[in-house]
């Protein structure tokens, strides 16, 4: 199973969820869609130095770990997503930032595999605040 971390950028204002996304640039059935930041898991690598080597390389930040925090685990049949959020907007570039909410959520253009944890992440999102 290929081991994945990512990072969910986010911040919360007048009750409003914004979650940071980029456009992925594929040569596969992704292309074009949003997504997080992330990658996969390199040897003796763990699953938070993956989120940030990843930040890093697609996005140029660093991000710090007090800023960051597992929320959980997510498995697919190929992948084992490690879920963290990252709540320091003003690393983010001022593009990319999207609303969230419930009802958005199955006409976003996101992965399909996104579409099943995302829910899980709103509601995290909305209790740590």
Request: with cysteine.
């Amino acid at each position: 199973m290929i081991q994945v971390s990512i990072v969910i950028p986010y911040y919360k204002e007048n009750q409003k969820i914004y979650l940071w996304m980029q456009r992925r640039s594929s040569s596969d059935s992704l292309d074009g869609l949003l997504e997080f930041p992330g990658g996969k898991k390199e040897e003796n690598e763990s699953s938070l130095a993956t989120a940030i080597r990843e930040v890093k390389e697609e996005v140029g930040i660093d991000i710090e770990t007090k800023n960051t925090r597992f929320v959980g685990e997510h498995n697919a049949k190929i992948v084992s997503l490690s879920l963290y959020l990252n709540d320091n907007m003003d690393l983010w570039p001022k593009e990319g930032w999207v609303e969230i909410n419930d009802k958005c959520l199955e006409s976003l253009e996101i992965p399909p595999e996104n579409k099943l944890f995302l829910p899980r992440i709103l509601e995290s999102i909305k209790s740590a605040i």
